[in-house]
């Protein structure tokens, strides 16, 4: 029973400590030595503020989420939420708990906008917020995976987002046989399940159809213990050349000139 306990309240306390962690060694852009880094890092604050008053209506669509009194059957095939674990959820609970805020949602647009931007893909569509978003950076095609019927017929967008592509169904299905379709992704965020294995095996699959451009995206780097471990795997990867943690979600390139680096960026 005590044994117990300490593993409980080890588990609760996980966050904390892992946030203290990432404040204490995190840098500001005075701090980076590579100019390029400086620069890319620096262009991702102006972005965001060249953007404040674009896709507002994303936003309106978030709020009408948080304000719903909709109730859901959720199929979930990964780590659960940690707020939220029952089969049946609120979708203002889910929206509140289970999305990108609007400032990471820009940030996954940035990224993406650095590479062509012709074959996107999402890994965890939830509520559709995020879709959105990169759907209006995409210059090609977006595919977006759910896993949760309910959820998909939620977040799947009535009008406008033709570039958005809903695919429904267990990953371990939907994905491989999306990707023999796919010549190669410009852009991906992996940001589904939460575990070890499944976060390793979908940005192993991912991996195989990137080239020296593309930029991937891991989404709650700092969620448990396992998804730390599988963050430090990724990085360790001899493909990636540049790894950037921003806490909620971490950036791999697969070019960057000079010795490979990892970062851990404020945010």
Known sequence: MQITFIIDLLNKSFPLL????????????????SPLLFSTYQDLFDYIEANKSIDLDIEVYRKHLLSSDEVIEVDDYGAGSKIVNTAKRHV?????FSTSSRKYAQLYQFFCSLTPAHIVVELGTCMGIGSRY???TTQGSLYTFEGSTEIARVAKPSQGFEN????VGELNHTLPSTLCTLEKIDFALVDATHTYEGT???????LQK???????AIGDIHWSREMEKVWKEIKSN???KLSLDFYECGIVLLDYPGEKSDYVLDF
Do not use: C, G, M
Request: charged share 20%.
């Open 18 to 33: 892992s946030y203290l962690a990432y404040w204490l060694n995190k840098e500001d852009k005075y701090s980076l030595q």
């Open 92 to 96: 203002a609970d889910i929206t509140k």
């Open 134 to 136: 990169l759907s209006r």
């Open 164 to 167: 958005l592509n809903l695919i």
């Open 200 to 206: 390793l095996t979908y940005f192993e699959q991912i």
């Open 210 to 216: 990137t080239h020296t451009k593309s930029i991937i």
């Open 238 to 240: 001899p493909l990636v």
